[in-house]
Each structure stands twice: as C-alpha cells, then as structure tokens.
C-alpha cells in the first residue's frame, strides 16, 4: 500500500474539529483521578534499600518498565472452589476451568482493567494487560513512572553483594479507586534476581564420557520406570531466566536412546537466551535433561523471561493463560525475606488459576538449607525459605542423597543443605496436616528427591572449555524429577478416563496421611539441614520422601470416586449455562458408567432458584432470582460410585431494554460524516485504494507516511437496563515491519481507552471487533478513535460498518 496522498485528503476533507469538541482531553488535560486521595501499597519497597547506600537519581529519561497486578475477583469463592477441585474426597475433585471460565468469574472486570489502564496512560506510560487480564505492564521514562506511582526512583549500592541497582526509595501510592482493585507493583526495583537452585562437585569438570546418576538408574531406583507410558500427550512448562543449546539436549537423548517431541522456547516479555545462553544455561539444560528421563514422551515447553520481578510475574501470567501445559517445573527462586509481598501476592494469583485449571507446579526448596538467604540480601543468620516454594499452590521439593544398587532403590538420607523451614508469608493450608506438621504457617518443603551433588546427576552442558559432561545436583533436579514423574501420571490418568493431578498436595497429603503411606514414600529418616532433622514421617528437609512412583500412582488414581467400589461413573458438563429470569429452561445431563447394567441417579446442588433436576438428569423450571451459581451435578449408580459435572449456571434479570441499533451512518454510505465527527479526509470513497468492508465508502484515518493524527467520533447515549456491544470491521495495513509498534489506533469512551491496535496488527483484510459496553448503560457517551503516525512509515487504519447494539 503506497502512502497515502495528502493532496487526496483534502479534495475530500471536512473541516477539521477541534480536540474539545471531540470530547477527548488533551495532553495538557488534567489528568484522571487528581483530585483522588492516594494510598500506599504496602511491600512495594525491596528490603535492600534500608541497608544500601543511595548513590543518585535514576535519570529522569531512563526508560523503565512495571507490572501492575490486578486483584482477583469473588476470592471467597475462589478459595472455596480451589479447596473442593483438589480434595480427593469432594464431588469436585478434578473438574477444573478453562481459561475463559476462570476468567468469567475470577479474573479483574474489563472496566476494572480499564480503569488501571486508563490511570497509568493518562501518565505518558504505554500500556499492555495479560491474556488473563491479571497484569497490566507499563513502560515509560523514570520521571513518569515516579508521577504515576508517587515515587521516586535512585541508583543504590548493596555492598554486601556488591552489586548496583535502582529501586523506589519509598512505597508506591495510587489514587483510592485505582489503588482498590490493585494487588501490587512488581519492577520499580531490579536488585531482586531469581537464581537457580544448582550444585556441582568440587572440581567437577566437563568429561567426554557421563558419570554420576542416568536416567536407568533414577527410574530404577524411584519406579517410575514402572508406572507405564512416556508422557506421552502431556506438556511440561520449564519456568527459565535463562537459554539452552538445542544440540547438548539432543547429545544427552543419543547418550541415553531417548527419543521424544524436540523441545520449543516460548519467548516472554521479549527474552531471547538461546542465541547466547549465560551462566545460567546448565539449570536449563538440567531440567529438560530430567524431565527428559523421566518422562521422554513429553513435549517441554521452555518458557524463558527476563530475570526481573516483572519477568517472573508475566512469565507465571503467560503460561496459565496458554493453558499449553499440566506441569510447570521450576528451579529458580529468591528467598522470602528478599521478594516483596507486592511480586509473591501477583505470583500467587497465576498460581490459583495454575490450580483452577489443573495445572501442577513443583518448585525447589532451595540449596541453603533453612537459610534461605545466606548468599543474599537478608543473610545466613536468618531462617528463611525458597519462594516460589513456598507458595502454597506449589509442591516444594526438598533434597536427598540417594544410593542406588545398580538400577535399584538402596537408601536415601536428607542432604545437609536442602532447603526447608517456615514460611513467614503464607499461612499453614488445611491440606498440610500429619506427623510432625506443627504450626500455623506453610512448612516447605512437601517431598523430596535426589540433589546432593555427591550423588549427583550426568547431565550434558557447556563448561568453562565447552560442552561436556558434568554432575550435577540441587534441589533444582528435583523438582523437575517430580514434574517428570506427573507427566507420567497424567498420561496414566487420561488413559483410566481421570483428571490431572493439579494442584499435587491435597492428593500427595491425603495418601501419606494414610495406611498407605509406607508404600507409596520412601520415608526419609536420617540427616538434617541446619535447623532441622530428618525424622519419620514429615519433616522440614524431605517432607514426605521421595516416591515408589507406581504405588504411588495407584494410590492416586484412586482418589476422588466419592466411594467408588470399582466402576468409573463419568459425568459429562453441558458447559456453563444462561437464561432470564420467568423464562423456562431445559438443560439435560449425561453420564456413563464403566459397569455395564448400571442405572445412574442424578442429584445436583447450586441450582438457581426456580430450577430442579429429575433422577434421569434433567434440569427444568422457571428462573425467579437473577445471579450466578456454581452448579454441581452428580450421578450415583447402585454400587455407590459417583462422578460429578460442575458448570456455572447465570440467570439474567428481566430486561426493559428495547432492541435497538444506536450508532447513525455507520457504513458511511451518505458519503459524509454526519452524526461522525471527524478530523479532514477521513470519510473515503477510494474503493481502489481502500476499498469498503460494504458498500461504496469507509473511515480511513492515517495512511499519509507523515507524523499525522485522525479522529473519528460519535455521541450516543445508552438506555439504563441494557447491554451494549459495538462492533466494527477493522482493516490494519502498514509498511512499518520493523516489530515494533510504532503507530496506533485508540479507541476511548469518554476520555478512558478501552482498546488499542498498531502496525503489529496489520493483516489482509477486514476483521470485525467487538467492545462490550455495558457498564455505559445510563450514561451518554462519546466514543473516539484516534489514529497517530509517528512520521516513520505508513500505517492505515480502516473502518468500516460499525453498529452499536443494545437489548
């Protein structure tokens, strides 16, 4: 597309409006919430400042780059629900969300993000939300990031780490209505480094040939070579801040005759390791290697991010809202003392929709023993645990040193410098219950395996010379050992026509607190860290052991038949469901039973008020109260065995709306812009050069290979009572291919920006959008887009058939 004549557009220009009677504020406008008294978001200031020495102002024009975390809605509801889809025993168990239904009930509104996003651009900052809509990550110079947030940022100096950072010197504050529905601000500081939870030998060097423990002898020694299958159709999340070299992966698969899906990045927040991997390479080369004898079948999704407090809170965002995975592994992590509440509150968000979604997370508890932050900011003489360990979404992985007699289990004692204590953030889960489980805050860690380096792994990595191999251990080979064995498990699982594990430690709780215990662990009694011994049962350096991974498994699957004596009863959801209030509804359930001549009985709780269900599973009845409920129903057969569907059911207040298409001239087929307001030359009539989504003409604003800025804008005024939806056929195209997002079309209603497109959105042809405007019902407003060159290419922005519908 050829840039865009100016002498065209003004053979068809209007006469140009001015920014006010377009009804949106300009630059010098005051900015949003100013007149709002402000409020501190406590933990927002890393612990490193009270003990380092301020050396200057970060430069005012320093660029930077925040996350803003966005509280979770209906958390009561939340918890409760997490409680019932991981505990064995309840109906529940395993009927986990999709993204989009966790985010139908869970995530922040659309006009709660809005607001934030609103907030933080009215600031000079560019803004961009999660798929989730939990993360708002904003960028901008120092001194707008300091007026947005009420801070102000300095260079320190930490000498006892000897190390450099800039951090906000005191707590963030945001004005009240934004603050209400933020859980924190994670980036104002970068002196908070992940590390990796790594041990080698002394003097361990790169060897031509492997020594140290392969993957027979751990599948031996665990039985995990006993619990059937590969992994086969299970994805494994590697949680990484740092690359790999593809070809000492594929030199460790030959070594060992392991075959499996080639391993793939996913790039977070821009981070690109792999070309140049750092220090930090032989952590992820460890952890795909373990998984890959584990579990070879599987496919390792290596998710990489910026090893920053905002890199690990999007990286947590990213992969529960791709949902790719049943299994994240993670190896690196900070001590509690040093991460700000503000980042684990953010992570632990991501963390409930890991558990909503059935995702498992094994973390390692760190290679400090019960101190935690001997090599960091805090110190050794604090007693501190490993986060993201500790959360308690999150299976901590403790450490062992195993002795195996060939390819067999021989003993196992507690390694002297596996991490485990107390937490100081997280209180004690009701799941976290037994023998020497004591207190009232979360214990780390929840299970164990192999990591003392002196019993360590053969692993293929690069060396001080280049690759080879080398031994290694820390608790960073355990928990990759663990989500390994999950993969396999989960294989195991979907073949008897069961959920994922999940969110692993109600499961893994409820087996060791039971006769089965003795067969399903191998119970670590021997060794300690510095505060803490290895004992029977529970411990705060192995946990419950280590795993006899077939017992294991069976004693797994077993849990949650809701006293199943041997048939499986499956129940299938008829997804989530709607209706209105006074208008009769019939929804039919199905299940099946493994046992044939079985007749299954259907019961159901949570049905809205005017619905019931009949003994053959049919939902009928008139709706009286408007709300939504979570609706089990469950189905019983003679023998006792049950299986549950769980859906949500939304039942709408009668409407007064009356159906209507609000916005005039939408197509632009009068060939001009009335009731539109519009900037010069946007109404076009060139079919050639950008012809209409339908009919003769179309908006065009941009397109003139200038630093330019078009406008088109509308009044409407929605009925109270009525949903409201705009939509609208877009068509993007640009020269600008450069990758970054250089021209942009905004649209806002009333001064707040509810979307934003760029010349990364170019594509061929129209693709229709929609914005749910309902929460305008009642109000008149004026809805603008504003399209902005920036002078170094063309961008054209093309719209065309725009409707406003209420009802």
């Known amino acids: ?19 006010a009677s377009l009804g949106i504020q300009s630059a010098q406008a005051a900015t949003p919430n100013a007149a709002t008294p402000r409020v501190i978001l406590s933990n927002t200031v890393t612990p ?16 930077l780059s925040v996350a803003v975390s966005l509280k979770l809605r209906n958390a009561a509801d939340l918890d409760a629900f997490l409680a019932k889809v991981s505990d064995p ?154 690359g790999y070299s593809a070809s000492n992966l594929t030199t460790y698969d030959k070594q060992y005759g392991l075959t499996g899906p080639a391993v793939s990045t996913v790039s977070v927040d821009g981070a690109n390791y792999d070309s140049k991997p750092g220090d930090g390479q032989g952590e992820v080369e460890l952890d ?21 407090d905002q890199g690990e809170i999007d990286m947590a965002a990213k992969i529960v809202a791709d949902d790719q995975v049943s299994v994240i592994s993670i190896s690196w992590g900070s001590c509690e003392p040093d991460t ?58 403790g450490g062992t040193n195993l002795q195996v007699n060939g390819n067999s289990y021989g003993s196992e004692s507690a390694w002297s410098t596996a991490g485990g204590g107390v937490s100081t953030q997280f209180g004690k889960p009701s799941w976290q219950t037994g023998t020497n489980v004591t207190g009232t805050m979360r214990t780390v860690p929840d299970v164990a395996s192999n990591a003392d380096p002196q019993s360590g792994f053969a692993i293929y990595t690069q060396g001080t010379s280049g690759p080879g191999w080398q031994v290694y251990g820390g608790t960073s080979a355990a928990a990759p050992l663990w989500s390994g064995y999950t993969a396999l498990f989960n294989e195991k699982a979907k073949s008897a026509g069961k959920a994922n594990l999940g969110q692993a430690n109600p499961a893994l709780y409820a087996v060791a607190n039971s006769s089965a215990y003795g067969s399903t662990f191998h119970d670590v009694t021997t060794g300690s860290n510095q505060d803490f011994p290895a004992g029977a049962g529970y411990d705060q350096v192995t946990g419950w052991g280590s795993p006899v991974a077939d017992a294991l498994t069976t004693a797994l699957l077993g849990g949650g038949s809701g006293g199943n004596t041997g ?29 044939a001549g079985q007749t299954l009985t259907y019961s159901a709780t949570g049905l809205p008020a005017g619905l019931s269900i009949s003994s053959s599973g049919l939902i009928t009845g008139t ?79 941009d397109g003139y290979n200038s630093a330019h800025t078009d406008t088109l804008a509308q009044t409407v005024t929605i009925p109270t009572g009525c949903k409201a939806t705009l939509s609208f056929w877009l068509h993007i195209d640009t020269n600008q291919n450069d990758g970054t997002a250089h021209d942009t079309l905004v649209l806002d209603a009333n001064g707040t920006q509810l979307n934003t497109w760029s010349n990364l959105d170019a594509g061929n042809g129209y693709t229709q959008r929609t914005v749910d405007l309902s929460a305008y019902a009642g109000q008149t407003v ?26």
């Open 1 to 19: 597309m050829r840039p865009r004549p100016l002498a065209l557009a003004a053979a068809i220009a209007l006469l140009p409006l001015s920014v």
């Open 48 to 63: 490193a400042v009270a003990h380092s020495q301020k050396q200057g102002d970060v430069p005012a024009d320093q660029q």
């Open 89 to 242: 025993k309840s109906p529940q168990y395993g009927h986990y969300l999709t993204p989009q239904q966790f985010a139908d009930r869970y995530a922040p509104s659309q006009a709660d993000t809005a607001k934030v996003v609103a907030y933080l651009t009215s600031h000079g900052l560019t803004a961009s939300v999660s798929a989730n809509r939990q993360v708002v990550d904003v960028k901008g110079t120092s001194a707008q990031i300091s007026a947005a947030f009420g801070t102000h940022e300095s260079a320190y100096f930490d000498a006892s780490q000897q190390k450099k950072f800039f951090a906000n010197d005191g707590a963030a504050t945001l004005p009240a209505d934004v603050a209400a529905v933020v859980a924190g601000v994670g980036g104002l500081s970068d002196h908070t480094v992940r590390t990796p939870s790594l041990a080698k030998p002394n003097g361990s060097t790169p060897a031509a040939t492997p020594s140290g423990v392969g993957p027979g002898q751990y599948d031996g020694a665990y039985n995990l070579d006993k619990v059937g299958g590969k992994g086969s159709g299970v994805k494994v999340a590697l949680w990484e801040f740092d």
């Open 288 to 308: 795909s290697e373990i998984v890959r004898g584990v579990a070879p079948q599987a496919t390792q999704l290596v998710y990489e991010a910026p090893n920053n």
């Open 340 to 397: 700000t509440t503000s980042v684990m509150t953010a992570v632990d968000n991501s963390m409930k929709q890991a558990a909503a979604e059935g995702i498992s997370a094994y973390s390692a508890s760190g290679d400090d023993g019960s101190r935690d932050c001997t090599r960091s900011t805090s110190g050794a003489n604090v007693k501190a645990v490993d986060y993201p360990a500790s959360d308690p979404y999150v299976t901590g992985v």
């Open 567 to 595: 048939n499986t009863v499956t129940v299938t959801g008829p997804g989530n469901q709607s209706g209105t209030v006074g208008s009769a509804l019939s929804v039919q359930v199905n299940g099946t039973d493994s046992a």
């Open 623 to 701: 709706p009286t109260t408007a709300g939504t409920t979570d609706v089990t129903v469950t189905a019983t057969d003679s023998t006792g065995a049950t299986g549950s569907a769980v859906f949500t059911f939304t039942i709408a207040a009668q409407s007064a709306c009356t159906p209507a298409q609000l916005l005039g001239n939408g197509g632009f087929e009068t060939g001009a812009a009335d009731p539109w307001t519009t900037s010069s030359g946007v109404v076009n009539g060139d079919t050639t050069s950008e012809p209409a989504h339908s009919g003769n003409y179309d908006a065009w604003l």
């Open 782 to 807: 004026t809805l603008t887009f504003t399209g902005t060159e920036d002078g170094t290419g063309q961008t054209s922005f093309v719209i065309d058939d725009a409707n406003l519908n209420v009802g």
